[in-house]
């Protein structure tokens, strides 16, 4: 008896546990697409084309760090009563870009767009033998404007442009750096990052368990495919991943719980009965 009581008590626990954490996920989730609709908003105009838009959104991502406290570019006009949410979570992008690195504006960069429908995906530049040789060490997006991938480096605020005047891709800089590399800023670190190679997924990231799930999709889409998808563009909502990864895990518990309380039931229906006899 005492056992069964302390198992639903350790359920409800556990459902109270769970469901705060998903309302605070929730929450948070909502609050920053807010900001990233306001990025957005804010950024794109009536009019604009889609290279334009995605050109104006790369400016405002590289932006998004003020020169002081007090100028916030886009998010000067940020409500100036805010919500319970904003003043819980804080009414600046400060909660957006964390550190000023390279992936940290890639990550901006790439919910922006996507919150703009654009289709994007995430490149590990490789650097050379010289520092290190490996994936990573600088991180710029890819977005497809008119069925064609258009590098964009968020960090540094630039972009590239072929000889024909069309936006150029990842590929397009690799294969011709001498022509492209006049085109970067003078804080451009030109030797270190010259676009050498390119990883769209770190397929050994977790061992045993992202190289089965690149040779499964190797066999069911091919090995093109494999090296050109990005894994971390359906990752890029990290509160939207937390609360389907809690939802899974709530799945379980909920299944439990409902076959606990129906064989409670059903031993207090059995005693009632016998108890009538």
Request: glycine share 6%; net charge neutral.
């Amino acid at each position: 008896m005492v056992k069964k009581i302390f198992n639903i008590y350790v359920l409800l626990f556990l459902h109270g546990i769970i469901l705060a954490a998903l309302f605070f996920l929730i929450t948070l989730q909502s609050h920053t697409q807010s900001i990233y609709q306001h990025i957005v908003s804010s950024t794109i105009q009536s009019g604009m084309s889609q290279e334009e838009g995605a050109i104006a959104l790369l400016h405002a991502t590289h932006d998004l760090i003020p020169t002081n406290e007090d100028d916030w570019g886009i998010f000067g006009n940020w409500p100036q009563n805010p919500t319970l949410k904003e003043r819980f979570f804080g009414k600046t992008p400060s909660i957006l870009i964390k550190g000023g690195a390279c992936g940290n504006f890639v990550h901006v960069l790439g919910r922006s767009l996507q919150e703009a429908g654009y289709d994007i995906r995430i490149a590990q530049m490789k650097v050379g033998d010289e520092y290190g040789g490996h994936y990573g060490a600088h991180i710029v997006l890819e977005t497809k404007i008119d069925e064609q991938w258009i590098v964009l480096d968020p960090l540094y605020d630039f972009y590239f442009i072929n000889p024909d005047g069309t936006l150029a891709s990842f590929a397009d800089v690799r294969n011709d750096w001498d022509y492209f590399k006049s085109q970067t800023p003078p804080e451009y670190p030109r030797e270190m990052y010259k676009y050498l190679g390119v990883r769209y997924t770190n397929w050994e990231k977790i061992p045993f368990i992202t190289p089965a799930l690149r040779l499964t999709l190797k066999i069911l889409t091919g090995e093109d495919k494999v090296q050109k998808l990005s894994l971390r563009v359906y990752l890029i909502d990290t509160y939207r991943v937390y609360i389907v990864a809690l939802l899974i895990l709530y799945i379980p518990i909920i299944a439990i719980t409902f076959v606990t309380v129906r064989n409670r039931l059903s031993v207090r229906s059995t005693k009632q009965g016998s108890n009538s006899e």
